[in-house]
T-cell receptor, first 112, second 115 residues
Framework: SQQGEEDPQALSIQEGENATMNCSYK?????LQWYRQNSGRGLVHLIL?????REKHSGRLRVTLDTSKKSSSLLITASRAADTASYFC????????????FGTGTKLQVIP | GAVVSQHPSRVICKSGTSVKIECRSL??????MFWYRQFPKKSLMLMAT?????????EQGVEKDKFLINHASLTLSTLTVTSAHPEDSSFYIC???????????FGQGTRLTVV
């Protein structure tokens, strides 16, 4: 099952520009995580934000979380060609066995 | 970060045979492991959640008799695709999780092709 949807599905920007991806989810969560996947490869964890946090930074990454709207955004500043990848949000739900489910993903292309 | 080793990375098998995929946490103990399936250019679909020493919890629509999951220890979970068919061809990824509000660590995935 898919927990979240991401928007946009695809994004193409010039190197140096900022990239913003949005994620919406459906159920109550413990945390939300962002992952990156290069084509046909495994996933790399980028950042985790807990349900009681509103904003988090890591290097060129900024993540916000709005639990009232059940949404999150990932901002990549000063993008580089090497940032080209698919980006997924994943939520760990509260209650039950805290499964981690993924959004639909945003395919980012950074043009040199 | 912690390392999760998934093996094999690629496998080709004939229709009707079974394939086992291993997922090992190398330097930590994983209380829970998740198995995902990913179709080309699509997101990861959670197939099942396994806890060490107990039966796996399968997501709706996933056949538990076809996708056998064994979580024998805190460092090893296996997914066996039984009586594989071409439609089972996909990218399978495992992840290991150490507890609440921690990141899940992912294996590099297994590309299964059934011919």
């Amino acid at each position: 099952s898919q927990q979240g949807e991401e928007d946009p599905q695809a994004l193409s920007i010039q190197e140096g520009e900022n990239a913003t991806m949005n994620c919406s989810y459906k159920t109550s969560i413990n945390n939300l995580q962002w992952y990156r996947q290069n084509s046909g490869r495994g996933l790399v964890h980028l950042i985790l934000i807990r349900s009681n946090e509103r904003e988090k930074h890591s290097g060129r990454l900024r993540v916000t979380l709005d639990t009232s709207k059940k949404s999150s955004s990932l901002l990549i500043t000063a993008s580089r060609a090497a940032d080209t990848a698919s980006y997924f949000c994943a939520t760990q739900n509260s209650g039950g066995y805290q499964k981690v489910t993924f959004g639909t993903g945003t395919k980012l292309q950074v043009i040199p | 970060g912690a390392v999760v080793s998934q093996h094999p990375s690629r496998v080709i098998c004939k229709s009707g045979t079974s394939v086992k995929i291993e997922c090992r946490s190398l330097d930590f103990q994983a209380t829970t492991m998740f198995w995902y399936r990913q179709f080309p250019k699509k997101s990861l679909m959670l197939m099942a959640t396994s806890n060490e020493g107990s039966k796996a919890t399968y997501e709706q629509g996933v056949e538990k008799d076809k996708f056998l999951i064994n979580h024998a220890s805190l460092t090893l979970s296996t997914l066996t695709v039984t009586s594989a068919h071409p439609e089972d061809s996909s990218f399978y990824i495992c992840s290991a999780w150490t507890g609440l509000n921690t990141e899940a660590f992912f294996g590099q995935g297994t590309r299964l092709t059934v011919v």
